[in-house]
């Protein structure tokens, strides 16, 4: 690969140790945006230490899962050690040894999410970790992982984008007050920004910052710690979003029901098309709040209602997703075998994150016709109560649906787009 030169910020999260006024730190926390070159940095600086300082001895490095570490920090680690350190990696062990300058290290690899990594590493005793994106680990992991690190001189490498607003459980026991505070006086904070990744064109920065609004942009462009509030969709507008009622032709592209089932609580269904070059419609709507009518509709009065939303377009529907708890219903739509049925990913944060990115690139539009669509975007808010990154679960049906719909019929396009960002962006 192509080296720009490193930043000043970035030879600073990957040389404080050499540094004669971080001799008694034993930590180092990089937080800040997306893409601004912690990880690299870090990994690099963390084998420099470990195999300059130690000879066999045991190091952990950290992701989210084991397979994100391979993917985002292993993998590219053989290319950023240039030739110049060749790790011996054993990737189904789950480790990888290093030797240069007469010494010879192990380091495990561990996932903060993986139950299996935390039994493992509970029996271990490191002289370093690396946790990159600590923030979205679990707190005992990171616990775990700090106290196995019981030989002398061990040092502990942390980064992260912020996760969550200050009251998140590490800014609170990591970063809060670390460069004042005495007893965390021996950690040394770094922010950075997207400025200190000399590799990012500006170009590439600006498409960055175009996908994010609100409480994001503040954590991903910005990397400052900032809790969600008001609503979830800001960048919603009838202005970019809503289109006169039309129905794409068949034959270019492909057609979904999507479904948020309520007994009680409304009832949603869209019809979707999705066009070959991934911008997506939502054609019209169903949507039943049972309260409202003083009356609930059987799964057989729904599942009516589906079809005639499909309307002559039913044999073009590739798939109806539904929310996978919804079981009655998958068995109804599935006794009348018109329809193959998908179980929607419901990841909330994740959906809504990607729903968030495809209205601000306009891939999704909403026909006129879908009103509870467009006053559901006005009204589905953060729950500014809650610590954690939560919506209120009210005036959320066709949310739900919609975002079932893009996690689960538009993965291709999600991949495509964060594919499209990677490869500019060095
Ligand atoms: N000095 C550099 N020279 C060449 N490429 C670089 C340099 N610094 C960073 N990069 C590249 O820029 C991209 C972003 O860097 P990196 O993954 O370290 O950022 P990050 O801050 O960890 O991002 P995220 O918060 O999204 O995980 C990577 O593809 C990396 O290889
Ligand atoms: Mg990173």
Known sequence: MKFESFSPKQLSAMLWWSLPEYKDHDAIVCDG??????????????????????????????????????????TPLQKW????????????????????????????????????????????TLAG??????????????????????????????????????????????????????DKKNRLHLHFTMKDNYALSDAVRERYERLYTGAFYERYILGLWRAVEGIVYPMFSREHHVIPDKVPSIGEG???????????????????????????????????????????????????????????????????????SAASFIETIRRHAKFRVWHADNSVLDGIRDTATLLELGRLRFCACCEDTIREFGLYRWDEKN????????????????????????????KQIARELEVSAV
């Not at 990696?89 to 495990?108: A, V």
Request: some cysteine; aromatic content about 12%; hydrophobic content about 35%.
């Open 33 to 74: 945006s997306v893409r601004s070159g912690k990880t690299m940095a870090m990994s690099i600086g963390f084998v420099m230490w470990s195999m300059k300082t130690f000879d066999n001895e045991t190091f952990a490095f950290c992701g989210k899962t084991i397979d994100s570490l391979k993917r985002n920090v292993i």
């Open 129 to 182: 970790v690396l946790l990159d994106e600590v923030a979205l680990m679990p707190k005992s992991f990171v616990d775990q992982a700090v106290a196995r690190c019981s030989v002398s001189g061990s040092r502990m490498w942390f980064n992260c984008n912020p996760d969550g607003s200050e009251e998140h459980w590490f800014y609170k026991d990591w970063i809060d007050d670390v460069n004042g505070n005495a």
């Open 81 to 124: 050690l240039g030739g110049i350190i060749q790790p011996k990696i054993n990737l189904s062990k789950n480790y990888m040894d290093i030797s240069w300058l007469g010494h010879q290290n192990r380091y495990y690899f561990f996932g903060g999410k993986d139950e299996s990594s935390y039994a493992l590493i509970q029996g271990m």
């Open 387 to 414: 610590s954690k990154d939560a919506p209120i679960k009210e005036n959320d049906h066709a949310m739900d649906e919609t975002r079932y719909f893009v996690r689960t019929a538009m993965k291709r396009t999600l």
């Open 254 to 324: 492909e057609y979904y029901l999507s479904c948020d089932y309520g007994t009680l609580n409304p009832t949603a269904i869209g019809l979707w098309h999705l066009s070959p070059h991934g911008y997506a419609i939502k054609v019209r709507e169903y949507y039943y709040d049972a309260r409202k009518k003083g009356m609930s509709r059987t799964d057989e009065e729904h599942y009516a209602q589906l079809e005639k939303l499909a309307g002559k377009l039913a044999p073009f529907v590739r798939a109806v997703i539904v929310d996978p």
